[in-house]
């Protein structure tokens, strides 16, 4: 059977949403879904495996906004692909040449791709030569998601973690999840701090160097277990901007593919489907009141690309 992952550039709808794609950007889904012999229309990548890639590891998704270019790495596979999004193709693909190198969980790309791996480590992979260097390592076992953000002004690469292997952990447990504030060059540990939460995604800062945050907090917005919200972060705590309705996002495994708008003012979030959970969805939400923008399922996609059993996943949201 053939599978491909294809790039769907939805242009016009935030014109639709706010009217003014300038400040807000144009809205671009990278979506995997399973292709018949005769069914591959808009496919950007292909290869051919035992499976839909549906139901593959999602790829760690960077974008480079100001070349309009997308990085996705896959890490069963071991390789990466670099996407013209302008064009609509495929650039090149990249790698490590490095045996013992395992693969990206997070990356950003400025200029080189600054990734946590294993158990955990951070270091640079150049895209000519696959060169794997800069190995730091981060007591942290694991990463909670790919939300993360490079602040260039302070040279501060912030990511959640959990698995603490320090003597002395940031939280009651070493499995409590910790926000760490890694240095952008060397990726030494600046801090570790407990955190309630779970961040989905990171947008632009405010005057005093606070992101805006999508996030997952716990006994909060009036609400005694979990509850999505907007917040600034500040000092490793959320200070609540904007409660969303829990009911407008139909599935937790979708959550963490989203991205703020290029002004800040909106918030993308969708997920797939398998044919047997939640249907499709993608959901554009007020990062100042918390309302659906736009609430709508994906089915009319599913359906233009031919999708073999009607299934979709969502690998990346991105504003361009």
């Known amino acids: 059977m053939r599978s491909s992952v ?47 890639p549906v139901w593959m590891d999602p790829p760690v998704v960077s974008l480079d906004r100001s070349s309009e270019t997308l990085y996705m790495y896959f890490i069963s596979e071991g390789t990466g692909v670099v996407l013209d999004l302008a064009r609509g193709v495929m650039k090149k693909t990249f790698g490590a040449i490095d045996p013992f190198f395992l693969g990206l969980y997070t990356m950003e790309y400025f200029p080189t791709l600054n990734i946590l791996k294993g158990c955990l480590r951070y270091s640079d992979l150049t895209l000519v030569g696959g060169w794997w260097v800069g190995h730091q390592f981060v007591q942290f076992q694991s990463i909670v998601n790919q939300a993360h953000y490079f602040d260039l002004k302070n040279n501060v690469y912030w990511v959640q973690a959990t698995g603490d292997l320090r003597k002395t952990t940031c939280g009651a447990s070493p499995d409590d999840q910790c926000l760490l504030a890694l240095n952008g060059d060397t990726g030494a540990l600046q801090s570790a701090t407990y955190t309630n939460f779970t961040l989905y995604s990171y947008g632009p800062t ?38 969303v309705a829990r009911d407008l996002v139909l599935g937790d495994d979708g959550s963490w ?19 047997n959970g939640p249907p499709s969805q993608l959901v554009v939400l007020s990062t100042t009141t918390g309302a659906a923008m736009l609430n709508t399922s994906l089915n009319e996609l599913v359906e233009t690309l031919g999708s073999k059993g009607g299934q979709l996943a969502v690998w990346g949201i991105s504003w361009i």
Do not use: H, K, R
């Not at 006994?219 to 409660?243: H, K, M, R, Y």
């Open 206 to 243: 405010n005057a005093d160097g606070s992101p805006l945050v999508f996030a997952q907090g716990f006994d909060i917005c009036n609400s005694s277990g979990n509850a999505l919200l907007f917040a600034n972060l500040e000092q490793g705590t959320l200070n609540p901007v904007a409660c």
């Open 6 to 52: 294809v790039v769907v550039l939805l242009f016009f709808l935030a014109t639709c949403i706010s009217g003014e794609t300038a400040t807000t950007g144009n809205l671009l889904l990278t979506v995997s879904y399973c292709t018949t012999n005769t069914s591959s229309l808009g496919a950007v990548v292909q290869e051919y495996v035992d499976a839909c």
């Open 257 to 275: 593919a989203s991205a703020f708008s290029i002004d800040g003012s909106l918030l993308a979030t969708g997920s797939g489907t398998t044919g």
